[in-house]
């Protein structure tokens, strides 16, 4: 069966003979699921009967707001993101010989014990940089890399990697948040590498950089005052935007930079 890429009014993709095409024998993998976005993604997947395995993947043991028995358990995997355990889990998959129709890599930092956004250039400091440069933008390189080895000339996915709107250079109007700013560009820029280097390798394959909106999680705690109440999102509400953000069509291209509302953010 052919699909198409139209789409029915809840903005579902359709398959040629107008049904939705089923998932049901595919694996979806999270990678950063207990965090406060990752772990929304993986209820929003698990809430589609349509969708098969959910594939969650985490610095955390097993969260038990997920089903791990049952029907449709959660396959759970511990990691430390080093490149042996990268390796590892991406074998572990293999195994499963299932194919892999979305990845969803929501890892990332913006402050921590010792560090929050800088505001002056003075404020650089070289271990802070390397450290958040190393969750944002290596940590998710080093699973495209390693996940590539899941693929074939056919196989059909989408790659959802969280990024934010300030990585956008040509939109960077207030500057400030240096190394933030900085790992997500560069995260943008493997991204657009890679989706140059897969139209050739895997054709079916399109990735999406996205932007959250701000979300009410750990990572925007300390920053959540000056943001209006209706700007605000829930990790579910934010989730369910990033499904229809999933199922849009890509118009002749196999990659988009893509927010919430399902607008295209300038690179
Ligand atoms: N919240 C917002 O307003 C907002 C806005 C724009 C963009 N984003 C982006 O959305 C993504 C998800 O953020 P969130 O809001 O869900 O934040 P969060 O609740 O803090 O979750 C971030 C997750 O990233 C992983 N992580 C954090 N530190 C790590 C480290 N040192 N090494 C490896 N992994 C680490 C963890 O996943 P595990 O616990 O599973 O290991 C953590 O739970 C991030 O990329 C963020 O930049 C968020």
Same mark, same amino acid.
């Given at each position: 069966?052919?699909?198409?890429?139209?789409?029915?009014? #809840?903005?579902?993709?359709?398959?040629? %003979?107008?049904?939705?095409?089923?998932? *049901?024998?595919?694996?979806?993998?999270?990678?950063?699921?207990?965090?406060?976005?990752?772990?929304?993604?993986?209820? +929003?997947?698990?809430?589609?009967?349509?969708?098969?395995?959910?594939?969650?993947?985490?610095?955390? #043991?097993?969260?038990?707001?997920?089903?791990?028995?049952?029907?449709?358990?959660?396959?759970?995997? *511990?990691?430390?993101? &080093?490149?042996?355990?990268?390796?590892? !889990?991406?074998?572990? !998959?293999? #195994?499963?010989?299932?194919? $892999?129709?979305? !990845?969803?890599?929501?890892?990332?930092?913006?402050?921590?014990?010792?560090? &929050?956004?800088?505001?002056?250039?003075?404020?650089?400091?070289?271990? =802070?940089? +390397?450290?958040?440069? +190393?969750?944002?933008?290596?940590?998710?390189?080093?699973?495209?890399?390693?996940?590539?080895?899941?693929? &074939?000339?056919? &196989?059909?996915?989408?790659?959802?990697?969280?990024?934010?709107?300030?990585?956008?250079?040509?939109?960077?109007?207030?500057?400030?948040?240096?190394?933030?700013?900085?790992?997500?560009?560069?995260? %943008?820029?493997?991204?657009?590498? =890679?989706?140059?280097?897969?139209?050739?390798?895997?054709?079916?394959?399109?990735?999406?950089? @996205?932007?959250?909106?701000? =979300?009410?999680?750990?990572?925007?705690?300390?920053?959540?005052?000056? $943001?209006?109440?209706?700007?605000?999102?829930?990790?579910?509400?934010?989730?369910?935007?990033?499904?229809?953000?999933?199922?849009?069509? @890509?118009?002749?291209? %196999?990659?988009?930079?893509?927010?919430?509302?399902?607008?295209? $953010?300038?690179?």
């Amino acid at each position: 069966m052919g699909y198409t890429r139209s789409m029915d009014s #809840e903005n579902t993709l359709v398959a040629d %003979n107008g049904a939705i095409p089923s998932r *049901q024998n595919d694996i979806a993998i999270v990678i950063g699921a207990s965090g406060g976005i990752g772990s929304a993604i993986c209820r +929003q997947l698990l809430s589609d009967a349509s969708l098969g395995r959910v594939v969650a993947v985490s610095r955390s #043991e097993a969260s038990s707001d997920f089903p791990l028995n049952g029907d449709r358990p959660v396959i759970w995997y *511990q990691t430390d993101h &080093s490149e042996f355990s990268i390796e590892q !889990i991406c074998g572990s !998959i293999a #195994e499963l010989k299932q194919s $892999v129709s979305q !990845i969803y890599i929501a890892t990332g930092t913006l402050h921590g014990k010792d560090y &929050s956004p800088e505001k002056r250039i003075e404020s650089l400091e070289e271990n =802070t940089m +390397q450290q958040i440069f +190393q969750i944002n933008t290596i940590i998710p390189a080093l699973w495209l890399k390693t996940l590539t080895g899941l693929f &074939s000339k056919n &196989s059909d996915c989408v790659i959802t990697v969280l990024s934010a709107r300030i990585g956008s250079i040509s939109d960077n109007r207030s500057g400030g948040w240096y190394s933030y700013r900085a790992s997500k560009a560069a995260l %943008n820029m493997i991204l657009k590498t =890679t989706a140059i280097e897969y139209t050739r390798r895997f054709p079916k394959i399109k990735l999406n950089a @996205f932007h959250p909106g701000t =979300t009410d999680t750990a990572l925007s705690k300390p920053f959540q005052s000056s $943001v209006p109440a209706e700007k605000l999102f829930t990790p579910d509400y934010v989730a369910k935007r990033l499904m229809r953000v999933v199922n849009k069509p @890509f118009e002749q291209c %196999n990659i988009r930079f893509i927010d919430w509302a399902g607008e295209e $953010v300038i690179w």
